[in-house]
């Protein structure tokens, strides 16, 4: 393949010819074809129409883990790996963070713009009054084994809300669309703190109208015998804020999970039901519970030589380090490392922040890993954080999942009125054998 000729210098100082066009010649008969480029793209269906013959079905581009594709058009969130930078609807993740709050952020995801005092009023009363689950619900929860995953218990009650709310495959109908909107972001913390109340046998804990959505999780999760949970406001602000910093990545495994599954037009709960299947795995939402079991092993900062030589011998994996995505300091981890100091003066100081902040400044000090522009990612300092707050570790993920919800949701939205969009189907290259014959059972050896 072969771009334009170049002969003049665009902005950023690359010479270009001015059209947006890839020129391809194709060795195999010496044709020639040019491919629109449009947003720094090729239309993969465009390649179809390079043929050997008549009846060739046409190139296919091949990219297993979506390596190299744009499965979509999205202006809800961007992100500069290299530069590190993270934007909800344009907006830097350092701003939502210092000056909003989750619910106000996951208004921005949904719609695209800030809210007026009216618009945010309005949400926060909807969600709060969307808080309660059908008491069915909690039988359901009631009927897992003791020690069943948090993860699994959340991914079986989304979906079965679905159930509950038969309307909601009338994606078309915008009522109904707010409706499941609303729902899904008032009901993901109920359903979380059940699951952890019931893994610990305690009676699961409703849903407390005057606290604000942090302030209100806390008391599902912790209240006992108290009349009224009155939540430490820094916890509750902490909280918040690792909220809002996982709103949203764009289009990460489970947002392609949300949007595959939701493009078959199921209704929204079976397909945030499918984003919270793929942020179950180890690979996706569950590093920053591997942070944790990192640190237990290295124990105390004199091991920490002694571990990173053992990264370096690929013996060990440094793990809250590194990114597919980001080749810079991660801007989420900058944000949690100022919070965890606050969560500190409340719940007493963990010693294994001591080592984590060595750590990080070793490594950050070490070729090996400045070389691979290997940075501490959102995982490194989370983790510190929820077990201050007395998460058991398989509570993280469940973590993740709860503010995600509004990000899923703004991503379903946004597939669902795409025009281009279709029900999602990929090709693929066919390895197996045939056509043969069907061999009996008596007649096989
Ligand atoms: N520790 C040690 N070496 C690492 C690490 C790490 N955490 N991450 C990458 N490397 C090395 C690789 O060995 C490789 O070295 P090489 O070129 O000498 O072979 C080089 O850096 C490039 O790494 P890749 O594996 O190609 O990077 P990739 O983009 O595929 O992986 C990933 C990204 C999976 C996040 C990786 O950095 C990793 O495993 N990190 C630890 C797990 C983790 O923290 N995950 C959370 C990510 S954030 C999130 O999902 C919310």
């Not at 969130?77 to 290299?82: K, L, N, P």
């Not at 993740?93 to 695209?112: F, H, M, N, P, T």
């Not at 981890?333 to 400044?361: C, S, W, Y």
């Amino acid at each position: 393949m072969t771009t334009e000729q170049k002969v003049h210098a665009d902005k950023d100082g690359v010479a270009t010819t001015g059209r947006d066009v890839l020129r391809v010649t194709d060795e195999r008969t010496g044709q020639d074809y040019e491919l629109e480029i449009t947003d720094g793209t090729v239309r993969a269906s465009d390649l179809r129409q390079i043929k050997v013959s008549e009846d060739d079905f046409g190139l296919m581009s091949y990219d297993p883990a979506f390596l190299n594709t744009a499965s979509c058009r999205s202006a809800v969130t961007w992100i500069d790996g290299d530069k590190g930078e993270l934007w909800y609807r344009g907006i830097p993740i350092e701003q939502l963070c210092d000056q909003s709050s989750y619910l106000e952020v996951a208004y921005l995801l949904i719609y695209g713009e800030l809210p007026t005092t009216s618009q945010l009023e309005a949400w926060i009363f909807d969600i709060t009054h969307h808080t309660y689950v059908h008491e069915n619900i909690k039988k359901f929860v009631e009927g897992f084994r003791y020690d069943a995953h948090p993860m699994g218990m959340l991914l079986a009650t989304v979906g079965a809300l679905s159930t509950f709310y038969p309307d909601a495959k009338h994606i078309k109908d915008p009522e109904e669309r707010y409706l499941a909107t609303i729902r899904m972001i008032a009901k993901m913390p109920t359903l979380a703190a059940f699951a952890y109340r019931h893994n610990l046998g305690l009676p699961y804990i409703y849903p407390d109208n005057d606290l604000d959505y942090p302030g209100n999780f806390l008391s599902m999760m912790f209240k006992m015998t108290e009349l009224k949970y009155e939540p430490d406001p820094r916890l509750a602000r902490a909280l918040d804020v690792l909220w809002i910093l996982h709103a949203d990545h764009e289009q990460n495994c489970s947002t392609n999970a949300v949007r595959g599954v939701g493009s078959s037009q199921v209704d929204p709960y079976s397909a945030v039901a499918a984003g919270v299947a793929a942020l179950y795995g180890p690979l996706h939402g569950g590093a920053n519970e591997e942070v944790l079991r990192m640190l237990d092993r290295i124990g105390t900062t004199d091991n920490i030589p002694d571990f990173l030589e053992g990264v370096k011998e690929r013996k060990e994996r440094l793990m809250g380090f590194g990114h597919r995505v980001y080749k810079n300091y991660d801007p989420r981890a900058r944000i949690i490392k100022k919070h965890v100091d606050e969560v500190f003066e409340v719940t007493g100081r963990n010693p294994k922040l001591d080592i984590a902040v060595e750590l990080e400044k070793r490594a950050l000090d070490d070729e090996y890993f400045t070389s691979r522009k290997l940075y501490p990612n959102v995982d490194f300092y989370s983790g510190l954080i929820y077990e201050a707050l007395s998460l058991p570790t398989a509570m993280f993920t469940v973590m993740f999942a709860i503010p995600r919800t509004s990000g899923w949701m703004s991503q379903w939205l946004e597939m669902v009125d795409d025009p281009e969009q279709k029900i999602a189907r990929p090709r693929q290259i066919y390895t197996g054998g045939g056509p043969r014959d069907y061999v009996p059972i008596e007649q096989r050896s």
